[in-house]
C-alpha cells in the first residue's frame, strides 16, 4: 500500500515510476491506492505482474493472480498488457513508458515460448491474428496462447484450421479490430489462464451480445473459484480443460458442430 503512494508521489514529481512485484500482491492488497493515488491522477506508474494466474499455484491463493486482470479493467485509465513473449513484453514496457499514463503488464514466471519475431508486429494495434483459419477463432493471450498454438497445429492433419487472435492489450480493447477478426468465424471459443469473471472470455461475450452476433462460442477459463492447496497449473489446467488434449477436444467440438453446440 505504501508502496503505490511512493509511486505516486514519485510520478507526481515528473518521473516515470515501475513498480515490480507479484502480481497478485500488487494488483489486490494495494487496490485503494492505485484507484485513488495513481488511477484518479493519472500519473505514470507501470505495473510489473511477476507470476499471474497459477505461476504460483503452490504457494495457495494469497499468491494467485486469477482475478486481476477483473479487478484492474474497473480502474478508469488503466491500460492492462498481456504478453506472450520476450518480444511483445519489450513493446509493451516501451509503450507504457511513453504514454505518461498508469499500466499493468502481467508477466510469466515460467518461460515463454517465441511468437514474434522482432519488429515483425505493431502492439500498438491491441491485437494480433497469430495465423488464419477457416474453421474456428479462439481468442486467447499471454502464457496461454503457445500451448492454444501447439492445439490447433496438431488438429491440422484432421482439417481443422484455426484463427488465433492474440489479445494483448484488454484495456483499453480494439473493439473494432475484435469484431474485424472474430465476425466471419463459424465458432469461438476464449482460453485464458484468468477467472471466468472479468477476463477475455466476458469481454468477447458482451462484444458479441451488444452486436446481436448469434454464433456458437464457448469460453475456457480458471472458474471463478478460490482455489486451496498446491494448485500447480498442471492440475488446474486438467481440472478446467485447459491442458493440450482438452484443448484439441474442444477445438474438434466447436469446429464440426457448430450448429449444435
Not at 469484431?179 to 469461438?188: L, T, V
Not at 469473471?197 to 446481436?212: C, K, Y
Request: proline content about 5%; aromatic content about 6%; charged content about 20%.
Amino acid at each position: 500500500q505504501n508502496l503505490m503512494s511512493v509511486a505516486a508521489g514519485l510520478a507526481l514529481s515528473g518521473n516515470v515510476v515501475f513498480v515490480y512485484g507479484i502480481a497478485s500482491h500488487i494488483t489486490t492488497r494495494c487496490y485503494e491506492q492505485l484507484k485513488l493515488d495513481v488511477c484518479a491522477l493519472k500519473v505514470p506508474v507501470i505495473l510489473l505482474g511477476m507470476g499471474p494466474g497459477l505461476s504460483y499455484g503452490v504457494d495457495g491463493p494469497t499468491h494467485h493472480a486469477t482475478h486481476d486482470c477483473a479487478l484492474l479493467q474497473t480502474l478508469a485509465g488503466m491500460t492492462i498488457y498481456l504478453p506472450a513473449d520476450g518480444v511483445a513484453i519489450k513493446a509493451m514496457v516501451e509503450q507504457a513508458y511513453r504514454s505518461g499514463t498508469p499500466a499493468y503488464i502481467r508477466i510469466d514466471k515460467d518461460p515463454y515460448e517465441p511468437i514474434y519475431a522482432p519488429d515483425e508486429h505493431d502492439f500498438s494495434l491491441g491485437l494480433g491474428t497469430i495465423q488464419q483459419g477457416e474453421s474456428l477463432c479462439v481468442v486467447t493471450n499471454g502464457i496461454m496462447l503457445a500451448r492454444v498454438r501447439e492445439a490447433a497445429r496438431e488438429l491440422l492433419p484432421e482439417g481443422i484450421e484455426v484463427t488465433i487472435v492474440d489479445l494483448y492489450r484488454m484495456n483499453p480493447c480494439n473493439e473494432s479490430r475484435l469484431w474485424e477478426a472474430c465476425r466471419n468465424a463459424h465458432a469461438i471459443v476464449t482460453v485464458e489462464e484468468h477467472g471466468r469473471t472479468g477476463g477475455i472470455g466476458s469481454l468477447v461475450g458482451r462484444l458479441l451480445s451488444e452486436r446481436g452476433h448469434v454464433i456458437p462460442f464457448r469460453g475456457l477459463s480458471l472458474g471463478d473459484e478460490i482455489l486451496f492447496g498446491s494448485a500447480s497449473r498442471t492440475w488446474a489446467y486438467g481440472q478446467y480443460g485447459l491442458e493440450k488434449e482438452s484443448l484439441k477436444d474442444t477445438f474438434r467440438q466447436m469446429a464440426l458442430s457448430p450448429a449444435t453446440v
